[in-house]
C-alpha cells in the first residue's frame, strides 16, 4: 500500500465524519479583565457548521487517490 493510497483513506474516512456531523464545537478562553488579585475570565463555547459541498468534495478526492493511487506504469 502506498501513500496515496493511506492519504486517500484517511480522506474517505474523515469526509464521512465530517458529513455525519455536520458541526463541531470548540471552547475559546477569553480574558476580560483583572482587578488586583482577581482575574475575570469567560469561556465561550463556539459551534463551527461545516458545510457539505466540503465534506462531499473531501471524499471525492479521497476516493480518487484510492482508485488512481494503486496504479503503477
Same mark, same amino acid.
Given at each position: 500500500?502506498?501513500?496515496?493510497?493511506?492519504?486517500?483513506? /484517511?480522506?474517505? /474516512?474523515?469526509?464521512?465524519?465530517?458529513?455525519?456531523?455536520?458541526?463541531?464545537?470548540?471552547?475559546?478562553?477569553?480574558?476580560?479583565?483583572?482587578?488586583?488579585?482577581?482575574?475575570?475570565?469567560?469561556?465561550?463555547?463556539?459551534?463551527?457548521?461545516?458545510?457539505?459541498?466540503?465534506? /462531499?468534495?473531501?471524499?471525492?478526492?479521497?476516493?480518487?487517490? /484510492?482508485?488512481?493511487?494503486?496504479?503503477?506504469?
Amino acid at each position: 500500500m502506498n501513500a496515496s493510497r493511506i492519504i486517500g483513506i /484517511v480522506l474517505l /474516512v474523515a469526509g464521512a465524519i465530517a458529513l455525519a456531523m455536520g458541526t463541531f464545537s470548540y471552547t475559546k478562553e477569553t480574558h476580560k479583565g483583572q482587578l488586583g488579585p482577581i482575574e475575570l475570565s469567560v469561556d465561550e463555547k463556539r459551534d463551527v457548521a461545516i458545510p457539505t459541498w466540503a465534506a /462531499v468534495a473531501v471524499i471525492v478526492v479521497g476516493g480518487a487517490l /484510492v482508485a488512481v493511487g494503486g496504479k503503477r506504469r
